[in-house]
């Protein structure tokens, strides 16, 4: 990449104008080109590639500084550079207004060269440094500006000028007053005053006419220019849509769950009363009129008796269901193994009965509801102890690390799950089998699922018939710590 400074000498002077692009080019490693008045070296601007002019200001027709507003007024930006052999206050004066980069007058000693072409060195850095930075600022997609302590637009890059419908140079000079709604624009011209005055960047979000930015304004520390802030402005409309969608959609899913727990009192009371009064008076029927009905009868009386059971039974599976997520206990480190040993002797006088024989592996401390664990490996082990036909039952619950989560397995040696029923289990009041085949109400794997999910784990089985299945649930490793 060519990096070498390409300067342009304009001097009446041919000798002197020689002389300088000579030496820049010789002892300074600069490529140069020579011009005789303003007129000529504006043609060499607009046919070559210049990164630098140095210009003497007595010249004919044009002077330097008239040669400089020439040039700006055709779109060149380049650093001007004036020498002149006569130079006065007034000149220097006027050339800076004008925007010339360096001034100095034409000196016979031996430090002339080496001072033009430091400055030239530093003038074209700085235009390149801030050519990058106006590149990196045009093709920017935020909003990006710089404003004053009147609320004044200085400049604008193309992004901020599309989003009113109009040009950086348009926007020049405009009040943000004339641009948004007042209150917006009275509160970013506070918060932009407020960071000329301290110097200290602030971050902050707005919106207006269905629009939403994240705002940081910054102070801009240039000399001449202390007085002003800048403003990068990122649209976040549609990440703020969503937060509204998502706040949205979770105040209704509050309200669903405040109607779910206000269905659930409901069904834990007032749907009870029927079933108590219909196995209520199914048993006085029996016991007053005993003599008095046949066989058929008192088999009528028992099925009443125990379908108002069976409903009472899945009333109150369906509630505790239902508070899974409205009634669950707080996260906190817990020892799995103190979890199996709870749900091992609430299952006592099952494992007893069955000769069940209930192992573990080592277990993790991991974060979650203990009570809700409880319930679901109870959960997994009853239906172990209840699902096996021949022999005793054998359970064995185990977990291993993996990645950002442990898996744990709950195995046993039951009658299995067909492979095409293995998603079903997991269904509410989803059953395999008949009541008159193994009890229960089909809730039990739906509330481990329903538990599982609210600890952010996943479930599932393995199985084949007539060889026994594992039961798998995962949950987050993040702090947790290892037994």
Request: aromatic letters at 8%; glycine letters at 8%; hydrophobic letters at 35%.
């Amino acid at each position: 990449m060519d990096t070498a400074i390409r300067v342009l000498v304009v001097d009446d002077s041919n000798f002197y104008a020689q002389l300088v692009a000579d030496t820049l080019a010789t002892d300074y490693d600069m490529e140069t080109l020579t011009g005789n008045d303003a007129r000529e070296g504006l043609d060499l601007l607009e046919t070559s590639e210049v990164d630098c002019v140095v210009t003497d200001y007595q010249m004919p027709e044009l002077d330097g500084i008239e040669f400089l507003e020439a040039a700006r007024e055709r779109g060149f930006e380049q650093p001007f550079i004036l020498l002149t052999g006569t130079g006065s206050e007034t000149v220097a004066s006027e050339a800076v207004a004008a925007g010339v980069t360096h001034y100095f007058q034409k000196d016979e000693g031996d430090q002339q060269f080496e001072k033009l072409a430091n400055q030239i060195d530093n003038a074209v850095e700085q235009r390149r440094t801030e050519r990058k930075y106006e590149l990196l600022v045009d093709n920017s997609p935020d909003l990006i500006a710089q404003v004053n302590a009147d609320g004044e637009f200085v400049m604008t890059n193309e992004a901020m000028a599309d989003s009113f419908d109009a040009t950086p140079g348009a926007l020049t000079g405009t009040s943000l007053f004339d641009l948004m709604p007042e209150e917006i624009a009275a509160e970013r011209l506070e918060v932009g005053r407020e960071v000329i005055e301290t110097g200290e960047t602030r971050r902050f979000e707005d919106g207006y006419d269905g629009q939403y930015f994240h705002n940081v304004f910054v102070p801009v520390d240039l000399p001449g220019e202390r007085e002003t802030f800048q403003v990068i402005a990122r649209d976040i409309t549609d990440r703020k849509e969503t937060e509204i969608e998502l706040k949205e959609t979770v105040e209704k899913l509050e309200e669903s769950n405040a109607q779910l727990e206000q269905f659930a009192y409901v069904a834990s009371h007032d749907l009870q009363e029927p079933l108590r009064m219909v196995s209520s008076y199914m048993q006085l029927l029996e016991r007053q009129y005993a003599d008095e009905l046949d066989d058929d009868a008192q088999e009528f009386i028992e099925y009443a008796v125990d379908g108002a059971d069976r409903m009472k039974q899945m009333i109150n599976d369906l509630l505790q269901y239902s508070r899974v997520d409205t009634r669950g206990g707080d996260f906190e480190e817990t020892d799995f193994e103190a979890v199996f040993e709870q749900a091992r002797d609430n299952l006592q006088v099952a494992i007893a009965e069955s000769d069940a024989e209930i192992t573990r592996d080592s277990l993790p401390t991991v974060v979650c509801d203990e009570s809700q664990m409880v319930m679901l490996l109870q959960n997994f082990v009853s239906n172990a102890i209840k699902y096996c036909d021949e022999g005793s039952p054998r359970v064995h619950v185990s977990a291993e690390r993996d990645g950002d989560e442990y898996v744990f397995g709950v195995s046993d040696n039951g009658i299995g799950i067909p492979e095409d029923q293995l998603d079903e289990v997991f269904r509410i009041f989803g059953r395999l089998h008949g009541k008159d085949e193994y009890s229960g109400t089909g809730i039990g794997l739906a509330m481990c699922q329903k538990i599982v999910d609210r600890h952010e784990g996943d479930v599932w089985v393995e199985s084949e018939v007539g060889e026994g299945s594992t039961f798998y649930f995962s949950l987050p490793a993040g702090g947790v710590a290892d037994d």
